[in-house]
């Protein structure tokens, strides 16, 4: 049975109506026959912003890991380099329409300057890094921001495996001259080699709207 806010009712109308038209009272019950009316509390509009925004990022980074080892097969470490400087941001671009929502990867140790924090990720960020420092384990989290108009959901991103040490341990070791060569010349400014497995690398940034998140309950 569909389910809509109580507040969207009288907009239905509007729309179903010519100005000046009524609604009749067989209409109204024909309506109230058919659709459920159900107010929603914020705390269940936060949880559903919170589930789907771990649904979608875990359906972007599912993205990216399947085509980057793609490109590592038919390419090696260096081609796949180049392919996620051409595509990485597209593919969560791709994601981000599909939602309706906007996808970040955020780092302050980050390769590409756009993947740093604006002044909402930041303070978050800092938070993962400081529990990552004193090995407390962090859980994904969701704020309000815009005047609450918009969920920031995040979840922190760790380096799983020693394969992502290709290109982000150290050079000389993980790193090959291959590949750190490809890496100076597509980022000449990168912070983001040294790592060793589990190290934090950054996080997800997903900006939710609201009125996205109310549509789906």
């Keep these: 049975m569909k389910k809509l806010l109580l507040l969207f009712v009288s907009a239905s109308f509007g729309f179903a109506c010519g100005q000046g038209e009524r609604v009749s009272k067989e209409v109204f019950e024909e309506v109230n026959k058919n659709m459920e009316i159900k107010r929603l509390t914020e705390v269940e ?22 085509q980057l080892q793609n490109a590592i097969s038919e390419k090696g470490i260096p081609g796949a380099i180049e392919f996620c400087n051409v595509n990485a941001q597209p593919i969560l671009n791709e994601v981000a329409k599909r939602h309706t929502v906007t996808i970040k990867r955020v780092s302050n140790r980050y390769r590409n300057p ?31 921001i815009e005047g609450g108009e918009v969920f920031l959901y995040t979840k922190p991103i760790a380096i799983p495996s020693g394969l992502c040490l290709s290109c982000h341990g150290d050079p000389g070791k993980e790193i ?14 990168d912070l983001a080699k040294g790592h060793k497995v589990g190290d934090l690398r950054g996080m997800w940034a997903v900006r939710i709207p609201k009125n996205e998140v109310v549509k789906r309950l």
Excluded: F, H, V
């Design 45 to 66: 509009i936060l949880e559903e912003a919170m589930e789907w925004g771990d649904s979608i990022s875990s359906e972007a980074q599912k993205q990216l890991i399947s």
């Design 114 to 144: 756009a993947d740093q924090p604006d002044s909402d990720e930041s303070a978050l960020l800092d938070a993962y890094e400081y529990n990552a420092e004193n090995g407390i384990k962090s859980d994904p989290n969701i704020q309000k």
């Design 176 to 189: 090959n001259a291959e590949t750190l060569k490809k890496l100076d010349e597509l980022y000449p400014g």
